[in-house]
């Protein structure tokens, strides 16, 4: 690893972690006008390679079960679909939408079937138009799904598929570096707080520089547990190692497949010319190593494929393409977003544990995020249920529609 020195000794704010969050962030930050101080993104590595964020499969849906979520989702869909505006009209940026070929819930028991009308109602009631379909409708539009053993389906062709997050992201990091914002490639391997322990005083590099901040951002992805120790806090984030392959089918489908979570948890989605994406993981479900991305190949032979072959028998006949292991971000409290600042450290600040739907919710998450750094308060989405508090109180807020 390389290491970039800072230009300056001292900023109003260092963000720990450059990807897709700490990238969010800072351009919200640069983007509010009430703010005017300096910030430095720091990042292990701006290739940004092994990040959660490059390993994504870029989707966005609005089926949660916590109206925040949803709504979160909602600004989602509204930003990358407006992208030029909310960067101020820039005629460089390009016009992004979101390709709804949506998500299909699939439920084989009468209890997975009353949590998706129950997650359907709280969805509805903030305004998404997620449908649920029995397996007799589910079989007449979508013929090539095995539906012996379904309940019900729950769909949303609104605003729910996949979107341009490298695209967002380039110019997350473009037009705050054109603002001011500076980003380096480094490592923060010590924070020190004052002698009441109440603030964080500097934050030092691997490279041996001192950085002076007045506010820090954890943005560190599967990192983030690592890094809030440096300043004496656990919280209850891990990375999860999440599998994903691209495969052909010898007899593709004759419509658009929506992203199909199977009951068995594992997941697959159209994506064109033939292809198809899928992913999943083992019934064991441990903390990794954050640099650990090997592939389990038995995953795929034991578990993954037989999945795909008995829920569509077209996908019998499949050949794999490429193959990459990710990892979540994991909250193992209640698998919702952990942000804020702490109680006790005042200027030491969270946006972690996202559990694998923190690509679609970084354009919330990093407008909310610099709404508490500038201005002490949220402005648009109301986010104090997900501040650190919640986690030594008890007060869990489960989100139940992980994939």
Not at 364 to 382: D, F, P
Request: hydrophobic share 40%; charged share 20%.
């Amino acid at each position: 690893m390389k290491t970039q020195s800072p230009k300056s000794t001292s900023y109003d704010v260092v963000i720990i972690g450059g990807a897709m969050m700490g990238a969010s962030a800072a351009w919200f930050l640069s983007d509010d006008a009430d703010f005017d101080g300096s910030v430095l993104v720091i990042d292990r590595d701006l290739t940004y390679e092994n990040t959660s964020t490059m390993h994504t499969n870029s989707r966005m849906r609005q089926q949660f079960s916590g109206e925040l979520n949803v709504r979160i989702s909602q600004f989602a869909a509204d930003f990358v679909k407006n992208l030029p505006r909310y960067m101020g009209n820039d005629d460089r940026v390009p016009d992004l939408s979101i390709r709804p070929f949506g998500y299909m819930y699939l439920a084989d028991s009468e209890g997975f079937a009353d949590f998706l009308r129950e997650s359907q109602r709280v969805q509805v009631a903030a305004g998404a138009e997620t449908q649920l379909m029995t397996p007799d409708q589910i079989k007449a539009a979508y013929p090539y799904y095995n539906v012996d053993d379904i309940v019900l389906g729950s769909i949303n062709l609104v605003d729910e598929g996949f979107w341009d997050a490298t695209a967002v992201f380039d110019w997350w990091r473009k037009s705050a570096r054109e603002r001011g914002v500076e980003h380096i490639e480094n490592e923060v391997v010590a924070v020190t707080r004052n002698a009441a322990g109440t603030r964080v005083e500097s934050v030092t590099l691997k490279s041996g520089d001192v950085i002076a901040c007045g506010q820090v951002l954890n943005a560190s992805g599967p990192r983030a547990a690592a890094t809030a120790r440096m300043a004496g806090i656990d919280i209850p984030v891990e990375p999860r190692k999440r599998f994903s392959w691209i495969f052909s089918a010898e007899r593709p489908l004759d419509r658009d497949l929506p992203l199909t979570i199977d009951p068995s948890g594992v997941h697959v989605r159209e994506n064109g010319g033939g292809t198809y994406q899928c992913g999943g993981h083992s019934d064991i479900d441990p903390a990794v190593d954050p640099d650990d991305f090997g592939m389990d190949h038995a995953i795929w032979q034991d578990h993954v494929w037989p999945v795909l072959a008995t829920r569509i028998p077209q996908f019998e006949a499949i050949k794999v393409q490429s193959e990459w292991a990710g990892h979540y971000a994991y909250n193992t409290f209640d698998h919702n977003a952990i942000l804020g600042p702490h109680m006790e450290v005042e200027n030491f600040l969270f946006l972690n544990g996202l559990s694998g739907h923190g690509l679609q919710q970084s354009p919330a998450m990093g407008r909310g995020t610099a709404e508490i750094m500038v201005h002490g308060e949220y402005r648009t989405l109301n986010m104090t249920q997900f501040h650190f508090d919640r986690i030594p109180a008890g007060g869990r807020i489960i989100e139940k529609a992980i994939i």
